[in-house]
Structure formats: C-alpha cells, structure tokens
Nanobody
C-alpha cells in the first residue's frame, strides 16, 4: 500500500528558507521519478518539480525555476523540496507523488495522496 507523508510546512517570512519533506513507502522509491505538486483552494493541482530516479536530473515549473530545489535521500525514502526566495503565490498546500512524464506533462502515478503540508508566505 502506497503511503505519502508530507511535512515541514510553516508560516514563513519572505527571507526565510523552508524545507519540505515527503516520506514514501509501498513502492520502489530509489528507482522512481518523484514530483512535488501544489494546490491552492479552488484551483487545480499543479506540478512544481520532478527528480529522476535514474540519474537525479531535475525539472522545474517556470514559476519556481531558480527558487526551489528538489532532492532525495534514498536511505530514508524521502524527497525534499527547499523553498528559497518565496513569493506570495507560493502560499498553498504542497504534495508529493511518484511522477511520470507523458504527453508533454508530469502527472502523478498514484491516485492516493498524502495530507499535504501547508506553506504560508507572509507579506
């Protein structure tokens, strides 16, 4: 059974660094591509970033390129997202999932989601 547990969200000031974590189980973590998504109230869930399980190459949505950084710790089955230079639009709930690139977009592999972790950027 796939389980995804996100943590690390907080209310932060614009200059503070924030690091989100997602611990996963129930699938081959080290060989999997992994994504972070985010969803604001009333909006569709959007893809944020991807990291390859084969060669750790990364890809980012234009809105976060140069500001966010994804990484993995295979020993802990954890994927992290560091948020730098946050903007008010980054205020939302963040989720992780195994990711797949197909038809020009990244999509979640599993229909099961964790509870997410709330990030709030104060103005």
């Amino acid at each position: 059974q796939v389980q995804l547990v996100e943590s690390g969200g907080a209310l932060v000031q614009p200059g503070q660094t924030l690091r989100l974590s997602c611990t996963a189980s129930g699938f081959d973590f080290s060989g999997s591509g992994l994504c972070w998504f985010r969803q604001a109230p009333g909006k569709e869930r959007e893809w944020v970033t991807f990291i390859s399980g084969i060669d750790t190459t990364t890809n980012y949505a234009d809105s976060v390129t140069g500001r966010f950084a994804i990484s993995t710790d295979n020993a802990k089955n954890t994927v992290c997202l560091q948020l730098n230079d946050r903007k008010p639009d980054d205020t939302t709930v963040y989720y992780c999932n195994r990711g797949l690139y197909s038809s020009g977009r990244y999509s979640p592999v599993y229909g099961t989601w964790g509870q997410g972790t709330q990030v709030t950027v104060s103005s």
